[in-house]
């Protein structure tokens, strides 16, 4: 019994999810700006002066402490 | 959907390198991929046939990526028609950075970056100190 009353509110739940539907308004007044200085854009960044619908960046940046090898100047990875 | 102009009056690049993008004017998609192999050594010693990718799992490995699954409507209003800038300094742009003006659609960018640094067993024994000798006599005794 209590299992069928479960299952019939995930099912109701599950539906009131998919019609769902978020608004979401922006207004965009005005921008004007005088001066920009950067210094440096890198590794999957961006500098956008304008509009966009979708962004995604991503950056992976590996120096782990095995990365630190003492000894011989063995040659790295050798096609 | 409706996009702004964008008004640059003045704009000053240095440097673009390594898969980055300075774009003026609208653009729909973007995909810069960026992979590094950073080595330092104690001195200069290059091999002509190091460096390859496949033998780190940081330049294939997948990286994960928010699944957006809702159903969010957007209604944008734009109570101007451009956005103005009057002067711009970017020194340098590397390692797939994007300087973009104007609009644009879908921008995904992904670098990957690894840094070794090799240094002379030598060196390091004598600033360490570390008795290597003594501990495999030892060993030998037992």
Known sequence: MCTKRMKNFLNSYRERRTNLNMNFTVVNKQVCVDNIRILGVSSSSIFLVGDADSISLSSVFDTPPESLIIGPFVPLARS | ?142
């Not at chain 2, 809702?70 to 711009?88: D, G, L, M, P």
């Open chain 2, 1 to 142: 959907m409706y996009k702004r102009t964008s008004v640059v009056k003045n704009i000053d690049v240095i440097n673009v390198s390594n898969n980055s993008v300075f774009e003026i004017g609208d653009s729909r998609f973007m995909k810069p991929r960026t992979k590094v192999l950073a080595v330092q050594r104690e001195y200069e010693l290059f091999y002509g046939d190091e460096g390859n990718f496949k033998y780190y799992p940081i330049f294939t490995d997948p990286i994960p990526k928010p699944v957006v699954d809702e159903s969010v409507h957007v209604v944008k209003y734009n109570q101007t028609s451009a956005i103005k800038v009057n002067n711009i300094d970017i020194t340098t742009l590397s390692g797939s950075g994007i300087s973009h003006i104007g609009s644009t659609k879908t921008i995904d960018a992904e670098s990957r970056i690894k840094h070794i640094r090799q240094l002379e067993g030598r060196m390091a024994n004598n600033l360490t100190n570390f008795p290597l000798t003594n501990v495999n006599n030892n060993k030998e005794s037992l």
